[in-house]
T-cell receptor, first 111, second 117 residues
Framework: LAKTTQPISMDSYEGQEVNITCSHN???????ITWYQQFPSQGPRFIIQ???TKVTNEVASLFIPADRKSSTLSLPRVSLSDTAVYYC????????????FGQGTELSVKP | DTAVSQTPKYLVTQMGNDKSIKCEQN?????MYWYKQDSKKFLKIMFS???????INETVPNRFSPKSPDKAHLNLHINSLELGDSAVYFC????????????????FGPGTRLTVL
């Protein structure tokens, strides 16, 4: 199973762009890269998923280089409400439906 | 409308007791899950059911028994509670559109904080 490595914590200020990088050197050919967000006292919430290059939705962008050994979640113009833990997950059909959560990155947005 | 709901939100009990946590989803999904989040915030899958059938059973003590009366409900019963069972338990569901073992987006409930004294 592909293992992911992320920074344990990051600090930012309101209005800044935040980029959280995740390393997944052992990603398999049919694995997808997915990011979840978890606010205190809530369950994780899906943010974005991608396979290669760039994916963008109304919440974030996901950049994946050609070798797919890393990915970067980009949050544009963060606000205080973006303070949460962000999890990078890698998985595919060979993982049997399991989401393998790492330690996540605790993002703190300050005024 | 809450997509995935759990009851109770908080559960405080004594060691040795038996307790249940209920989960319901109104998303029409075929697959449901139970996760455990410990004090270090690690989330680990415990069980997964697809259309009332068990498809994932991680290394969990047999004191934990999931029950799925229908595909919208997945309850978790825990016998002989121990101190180490204290954690937050999350229920989740997914459409599993690519089959029951796919890694489709999962929708999580609000969690049940279990404290064993």
């Amino acid at each position: 199973l592909a293992k992911t490595t992320q920074p344990i914590s990051m600090d930012s200020y309101e209005g800044q762009e935040v980029n959280i990088t995740c390393s997944h050197n052992n990603i398999a050919t049919n694995d997808y890269i997915t990011w979840y967000q978890q606010f205190p006292s809530q369950g994780p919430r899906f943010i974005i998923q991608g396979y290669k290059t760039k994916v963008t939705n109304e919440v974030a962008s996901l950049f994946i280089p050609a070798d797919r050994k890393s990915s970067t979640l980009s949050l544009p113009r963060v606000s205080l409400s973006d303070t949460a833990v962000y999890y990078c997950l890698v998985g595919g059909p060979n993982q049997g439906g399991k989401l393998i959560f790492g330690q996540g990155t605790e993002l703190s947005v300050k005024p | 409308d809450t997509a995935v709901s759990q009851t109770p939100k908080y559960l405080v009990t004594q060691m040795g007791n038996d307790k249940s946590i209920k989960c319901e989803q109104n998303l029409g999904h075929d697959t449901m899950y139970w996760y455990k989040q410990d004090s270090k915030k690690f989330l680990k899958i415990m069980f997964s059911y697809n259309n009332k059938e068990l498809i994932i059973n991680e290394t969990v003590p047999n004191r934990f028994s999931p029950k799925s009366p229908d595909k919208a409900h997945l309850n978790l019963h825990i016998n002989s509670l121990e101190l180490g069972d204290s954690a937050v338990y999350f229920c989740a569901s997914s459409p599993a559109s690519r089959g029951p073992l796919s890694t489709d987006t999962q929708y999580f409930g609000p969690g049940t904080r279990l404290t064993v004294l």
